[in-house]
Nanobody, 126 residues
Framework: QVQLVESGGGLVQAGGSLRLSCTLS????????MGWFRQAPGKERGFVTTISMSFGSAYYADSVKGRFTISRDSAKNTVYLHMNSLKPEDTAVYYC???????????????????WGKGTQVTVTS
């Protein structure tokens, strides 16, 4: 079954770190991207970061630049999200996504991703 499975969410104090992982099972894609979006209560789902699984090109939302790092293991169809210097405003459900039609011009749009994980909760306390 083609699906995305996230792990690594949890509760952490402000200034702490967490590492999320996401694996795409039974991929049908050749060239594709995997990324992370997040949705906090009362807010729209927003772009966090994405990476090309073929070339390693990565992009970040301004709100997480310098704090979050995305990396990939293409052979395992897995991406990791290293989150440092976490802030209470980072609290959200984090969703992993994958797509084979993502381009640099559209990589921050959730509409460009075909497969979505169920999400993992990240809670940052002050």
């Amino acid at each position: 079954q083609v699906q995305l499975v996230e792990s690594g969410g949890g509760l952490v104090q402000a200034g702490g770190s967490l590492r999320l992982s996401c694996t795409l099972s039974r991929p049908t894609f050749s060239n594709y991207a995997m990324g992370w979006f997040r949705q906090a209560p009362g807010k729209e789902r927003g772009f966090v970061t994405t990476i090309s699984m073929s070339f390693g090109s990565a992009y970040y939302a301004d709100s997480v630049k310098g704090r979050f790092t995305i990396s990939r293991d293409s052979a395992k169809n897995t991406v990791y999200l290293h989150m440092n210097s976490l802030k209470p405003e980072d609290t959200a459900v984090y969703y992993c996504a994958a797509g084979d039609r993502v381009t640099p011009s559209t990589m921050n749009s959730s509409d460009e991703y075909d497969c979505w994980g169920k999400g993992t909760q990240v809670t940052v306390t002050s």
